[in-house]
């Protein structure tokens, strides 16, 4: 049973640039979240989606934007990077947040913004 | 005011020490907690699930005080292993649900 995988594991983007971050879910979960943990913090919650639809977003510009596949698995977009993004973005699934189900986390995408 | 609020660290501990976390969260409606262990440069793990009734879980003990929205980790005859960031983890259902995370704790214990 795979468990939640992300791609890529590390890139490095110009400023300026977009870019597009991959998840599939652990077997059998149907909400995906996205969170964003620069060094030293704790993951900032970006946005969760569940049936293909953003249920809840958290305080992140526009510039992220994200989406659902019928499949479950999710891409999370930053356009026009900027430093600051240098981060590691992690996927979390769960089986319907709402009723409170222990969140799983990918390995993570490592983010460089030179 | 932060929505979860860890202590700061680091903790640097001997060996077979008994170390406390604690956590406090902001919305009194939050309905479910954890606490979740990160290594560095990896990725967070479940450590434990925090019930009101208190949960061990081998050397491993949680508790959540409701009433003062509090929320504990205690780590009894601390190993070298245990040395990672222990992240304080809260549900919402306030507006939407959401999973906030603390900032994290780190912990050195030291031979």
Not at chain 1, 10 to 36: E, F
Not at chain 2, 3 to 10: C, K, L, R, T
Not at chain 2, 79 to 101: E, H, P, R, W
């Amino acid at each position: 049973d795979a468990g939640v995988t992300q791609s890529p594991t590390h890139l490095i983007k110009t400023r300026g640039q977009q870019v597009t971050l991959r998840c599939s879910p652990k077997s059998g979960h149907d909400t995906v979240s996205w969170y964003q943990q620069a060094l030293g913090q704790g993951p900032q919650f970006i946005f969760q989606y569940y049936e293909e639809e953003e249920r809840q977003r958290g305080n992140f510009p526009d510039r992220f934007s994200g989406h659902q596949f019928p499949n479950y698995s999710s891409e999370l977009n930053v356009n026009a990077l900027l430093l600051g993004d240098s981060a590691l973005y992690l996927c979390a699934s769960s089986l319907d947040l709402t009723s409170g189900n222990t969140i799983y986390f990918g390995e993570g995408s490592w983010l460089t913004v030179v | 005011r932060k929505e979860v609020e860890q202590d700061p660290g680091p903790f640097n501990v001997p060996e077979g020490a008994t170390v406390a976390f604690n956590c406090t969260y902001s919305n009194s409606a939050s309905q479910s907690f954890f606490w979740y262990r990160q290594d560095c440069r990896k990725e967070p793990k479940l450590l434990m699930s925090v019930y009101s009734s208190g949960n061990e879980d081998g050397r491993f003990t949680a508790q959540l005080n409701r009433a003062s929205q509090y929320i504990s980790l205690l780590i009894r005859d601390s190993k070298l292993s245990d040395s990672a960031t222990y992240l304080c983890v809260v549900n919402t259902n306030t507006g939407g649900f959401k999973t906030i995370f603390g900032a994290g704790t780190r912990l050195f214990v030291k031979a």
